[in-house]
């Protein structure tokens, strides 16, 4: 009161709040043009004060002058009264006169004797009812008043949302404006069915109007007592050990009350089809025994989850301890999942273990991209779960810097000493290079076995971090090598061992190990049986005995079955120890754009004559085809890959030449660097006659001869500005990454699409950051001399024909050289 004092003197208000006596009294009857309300004010000695004393607002100046306030209530009182409708507006006039009526009386305004006697009520209150007749939940609002009403009239009054009634007695009930606001409010909610009656059992207020004043404080009870029930769905993983070690597993879905309990449960096939259709029709919610059964948002992660692991572990047979991590991969993204004791303490291991974790340790310099840390987690389970893998993606995706990362890794539990590591010989140092330059911290781990000094005494290789060897030197190390007890053994390129019968193969297999890697981009290069042979490395038993391998599986390829299902069972069978990525898929959008550029040139006066006398001789029966077309093909690219007698050749009677050479000048304006791909060893070195005359650089050669690839590829890297390098496809197809260069050139086609890709490979992988061009030089027979085309216009034609069966994991490399078919086409046999 002290506060309200000082702020009055502060703004030169009175000071005094004033309670006057008030009586209501009217003029006019109700309904007539003359009705309105007078206030009648009493203070003190003075009356008619309505009359006698101005007032502004809240401040009355009485008859001496004195200025009060008037009271807070009554003033509002005052300002209803005075906010009159039109005296002829009867919709309005008579809500007016309960509203200032009932007012009064809370007041204690004294009413005249013609309003006392009239029988206004008033709505001014609100509540909510529910009915439920099992189908359907309906919200209808609820009048109540502070007078007196009959409670079948106020309901009768709230469902149709009325305004006003005539009751018993010519009593008047009007509704407060707001009141009825609120009441249409309510019933435009309309009626809840299907689903969306779990969803308002479960959360009620998201259906209610926010409406001020509305008491829902016992609306939660009402609900409840609805009877409707909203189960929540569970989905389980229970291993029941049966034996030592030997588990069985139970999966399903239980059905749990609010309090926990369960009340009932559903295998995953009997609540599949259910889940299927709540899915497909967007609706987390499906009827269960007259009530709801909602379902977590992953409810169809786990049914596919669930799929995944029947196909790959009989789920109706006993496991082993060591499946049970596997079980946790297969679910790892699926949360809110129920475990029970056996797989909680897989679980706690493999977290302890950081198995799941996606971060490489600190040790680890590279920054990996989405597929590459899949690639390095999978490692992790494989390796905990002590078995066998193989990393079959696709060349260029990354798959040292995976196994990398998974060393680091090895380093960080102390799990890394002894790993072996096996490579072809030209692998060795990239491998090196590449440990140095993402895991530096091994790199004094790091021990090359090769040449005349290496060590023979199996405890003390076995005390090395990381042993790399190469397949020549594990075979003449077979006895040392074998009485190792390593940690993990990496084959790298493992196409080496396809053959299960080799050396390299034998003793591989032999090798005590706890854990085995197997890389290669070329899993299949002649038959199916090397996918077995490498399986067979990886996880012995897994694809049965070569002979049962196939008769399921290459027996119906080789006999002409569509691939495609072929492929889908053998990779279901694989799926747990096998990963393929592709390059398309995996760098969509992360790489820079690939143009392809066909090159039409026509034969020189020379090679037209050379290739015509060639077809004659097929055509007189004096060479097979087989020998025409080996001769054609090698035409194509210079006569003296034919006859010696015309190496010296000037480059424009080679229009082919002639063309490339152009090619390498616009890439030498770029300031850019080039590969030139050819199978031909005089070719190779024709090439670089001529480009170390036109260009004065000498290019560098890489085919089977050369024997320090790396440093080879190194010093092209390093080199600024403008170079070429010259290449075999099948010698430099793998283990060279060379992203300095953005332009390739296949001056020949290798007839294999696969093997092709593989060299273009070489500059199109991560690490590239220029668009690259390829360019594909092709001669044509422009003057339809030769029925057929050229040898080079049909190569082409196959192998864009041939180039979705190259993505294929099963399809053989052998399948597609493409020899026989070029041979039928030319029409010279």
């Known amino acids: ?16 709040i004033v309670e006057f006596t008030l009586k209501l009294v009217n003029e006019g009857a109700i309904g007539s043009s003359r009705f309105r309300f007078i206030v009648k004010k009493s203070y003190d000695t003075w009356n008619h004060l309505e009359k006698t004393a101005k007032q502004t607002g809240p401040i009355v100046s009485l008859p001496n002058n004195t200025e009060v306030i008037m009271e807070k209530t009554q003033y509002e009182f005052l300002r209803l009264v005075e906010d009159a409708p039109n005296p002829r507006d009867k919709d309005k006039v008579f809500n007016y006169v309960a509203e200032v009526r009932s007012k009064a009386k809370e007041l204690n305004v004294t009413l005249n004797n013609y309003l006392e006697k009239q029988e206004y009520l008033f709505v001014d209150q609100i509540d909510m009812d529910l009915s439920y007749d099992k189908k359907t939940i309906k919200l209808e609002p609820q009048y109540k008043s502070t007078d007196e009403i009959e409670e079948d009239v106020l309901k009768e009054m709230g469902k149709s949302a009325a305004i006003y009634k005539s009751g018993a007695d010519n009593k008047k009930i009007f509704v407060n404006k707001d009141i009825y606001e609120k009441a249409k409010e309510i019933n435009n909610v309309g009626p809840i069915e299907g689903a969306n009656i779990a969803r308002f059992v479960e959360n009620p207020e998201s259906f209610i109007p926010e409406i001020e004043g509305l008491d829902l404080s016992l609306f939660g009870e009402r609900v409840r007592q609805l009877g409707i029930q909203v189960y929540r769905a569970q989905p389980y993983i229970h291993a029941k050990e049966r034996d030592r070690g030997w588990f069985a597993l139970n999966i399903g879905v239980s059905v749990m009350d609010e309090t926990g309990e369960s009340q009932g449960e559903f295998k995953t096939d009997e609540i599949e089809s259910l889940i299927r259709e709540a899915q497909n029709s967007g609706e987390e919610y499906i009827e269960w025994n007259g009530h709801w059964l909602k379902l977590p948002h992953e409810t169809t992660e786990f049914i596919d989850a669930t799929n995944r692991l029947k196909e790959t572990i009989d789920t109706d047979e006993q496991v082993d301890f060591s499946k049970l991590p596997y079980v946790l991969e297969i679910y790892e993204n699926i949360n809110h999942l129920e475990f029970n004791q056996p797989i909680l303490e897989v679980k706690k291991e493999m977290d302890d ?34 078995i066998g893998g193989l990393l079959a ?13 998974f060393l680091a890794y090895l380093q960080e539990i102390n799990k890394l000493t002894p790993t072996l590591i096996v490579v072809p010989k030209t692998l060795i140092e990239n491998w090196r290079k590449e440990i140095q330059k993402f895991a530096p911290l091994l790199v004094t781990s790091f021990y090359n076995h090769q040449g005349p000094e290496r060590i023979k005494n199996p405890s003390q290789i076995e005390k090395k971090g990381i042993v790399i060897t190469t397949y020549q030197t594990l075979v003449k190390d077979q006895i040392a090598m074998g009485q190792v007890n390593w940690q993990a053994v990496v084959c790298d390129e493992a196409q080496a061992i396809k053959n299960p019968s080799t050396a390299a193969s034998r003793v591989l297999k032999a090798l005590k190990s706890k854990f085995r890697l197997a890389l290669t981009g070329t899993p299949v290069e002649n038959s199916l049986t090397e996918l077995w042979s490498i399986m067979d490395y990886v996880q012995p038993g897994l694809l049965g005995s070569l002979k049962d391998f196939k008769n399921e599986f290459i027996t119906p390829f080789e006999e002409g079955e569509d691939v495609k299902p072929i492929e ?29 550029k066909i090159i039409e040139v026509g034969l020189g006066p020379l090679q037209k004559k050379m290739y015509g006398d060639v077809i004659s001789l097929v055509g007189n029966k004096m060479m097979t085809g087989l020998e025409a077309i080996q001769k054609l093909k090698a035409l194509t690219s210079h006569p003296a890959l034919v006859n010696e007698q015309y190496i010296n050749l000037n480059v424009e009677e080679i229009p082919k030449l002639n063309k490339t050479m152009d090619i390498i000048e616009s890439i030498r304006e770029k300031d850019e660097k080039v590969l030139i791909f050819t199978e031909y060893i005089k070719m190779q070195g024709i090439l670089r006659n001529h480009i170390r005359e036109q260009f004065h650089i000498n290019p560098n050669i890489i085919n089977g001869m050369t024997s320090r690839r790396q440093q080879v590829v190194d010093f092209f890297n390093q080199k600024p500005g403008f170079d070429v390098m010259i290449l075999s496809p099948k010698a430099a197809g793998t283990g060279l990454t060379i992203t300095s260069a953005n332009n390739v050139i296949h001056y020949t086609r290798w007839w294999n699409p ?76």
């Open 754 to 829: 696969a093997v092709e890709n593989q060299a273009t490979d070489r500059v199109y992988r991560i690490g590239q950051e220029k668009p690259v061009t390829v360019y594909y030089p092709i001669v044509k027979d422009s003057e339809g001399i030769f029925a057929s085309g050229t040898v080079e216009e049909i190569v082409h034609r196959v192998i864009e024909e041939k180039k979705d069966l190259a993505s294929s994991v099963i399809v053989p490399s052998k399948k597609l050289d493409l020899e026989k078919e070029i041979l039928g086409r030319m029409r010279v046999n």
């Open 393 to 405: 993606d696709d060349m260029g995706l990354g798959k040292t810097i995976q196994v990398i990362s």
């Open 1 to 16: 009161m002290n506060s309200l004092i000082n702020v009055s003197k502060i703004l030169n208000l009175p000071e005094q």
């Open 353 to 386: 273990l950081g198995v799941l974790n996606l971060q490489p340790p600190q040790s680890f310099l590279a920054h990996l991209k989405p597929f590459q840390i899949d690639g390095y987690v999978w490692m992790k389970s494989l390796q905990f779960r002590k």
């Open 568 to 596: 889908t069972k053998l990779i279901s069978k694989l799926s747990h120890v096998y990963k393929r990525r592709t390059k398309e898929k995996e760098l969509e959008g992360q790489l820079p754009p690939k143009i392809s």
